[in-house]
């Protein structure tokens, strides 16, 4: 079977909605095609069809699903090729970096009937409008739920338990792979592996890590030191000339949540009371509670709170994309598309 990975490449988070595209595919890539296009044009029916065919000819596929809506995609890339096909409209807009040399443009409203569309431009206008409203009371609902869980930190920082030992252990395997002091850096590709998404929290670590034999999962509550952890991990990793794969907590993406490190097939994990892991076999490293469940219960509480008020926002957004889709879907010629989506498919397998 080939290769099949899941990704977010970004997350609708405390911080409003935070892309890592960037990460999607390397600079080397041979070809990039950046889809444009409106809701309901077929983006992500496009590339979820170019995935199937490639990955019927065995060709290793990596999915980049949509933070707005789980099951739809963002992205799609193909490492054996260098090839990547990515969503890009707002709210990650992307350019050509190197046109025609490297990226190229696929425009699906080329295969739009845009003058029915028309006679509902008020009502398409009012509910894309509506929609952006909902999209920024999740994000303030987010943010408020971040800045409580930094309370929580503040509170349980004084609380961890001693764990450099463990800290010790990991980068004294780490230094035996460094094969002299003029090694290059490590390379560090970031991602997300779980989204805040209207499906509520959504996260594929569980296949990311399917084939690693040593995992290690952090315990623990906020402020107890794993992000730092992770942090001094991934950074000693890069000085001694190892890859690796670095994923970012939904909620505040400026904190490591996952450490993955392909070429040991070794995955550092955060437990998180959002996603305990209970379903990951892997060796428990004990944080420390902090300050303790009395002291914190009523934040944790109001934690939650909001971030259901996030969630629900997030699945009205995506209702009101829904009806966005409908009207110009009823416009769409598929048949035409789908005969030039072929078309990329041969353009693909002959680089």
Known sequence: MP?????FAGS?????FFPLFQHIIGEDAQRIYLLKGGPGTGKSHFMRGLASALGQQGYARELFFCSSDSNSLDAVAFPDLGVALIDATRPHALEAEWPGCRDRLICLENFLNSKNLQEHREEIMARGKEKQRYFTTAFRYFEAARLLEENIVEKNHSYQLETQDFLGDMMARLDKY???????LGRQRHLFASALTPEGYVSHIRTLVAAYDQIYILTGDPGTGRPQCLEKLASHAQ?????TEIFHYPLD???ILHLL????R???LTSLELDPLAYIPGVPVDFGVGAGPKINSGDEDLFRELLDLGFHALQQAKEGHG????YYKEQMDFKALNLYREQILQEIISL
């Open 323 to 326: 009806q966005l889709e409908a």
């Open 12 to 16: 609708n988070s405390g911080r409003g």
């Open 253 to 255: 993406p400026h904190k």
């Open 261 to 264: 490190i392909p070429e040991l």
């Open 178 to 184: 460094r094969t002299s002091y003029t090694t290059p």
């Open 266 to 268: 070794l995955a550092v």
């Open 239 to 243: 000085s001694v000339g190892v890859d």
């Open 3 to 7: 290769l099949l990975r899941h990704f």
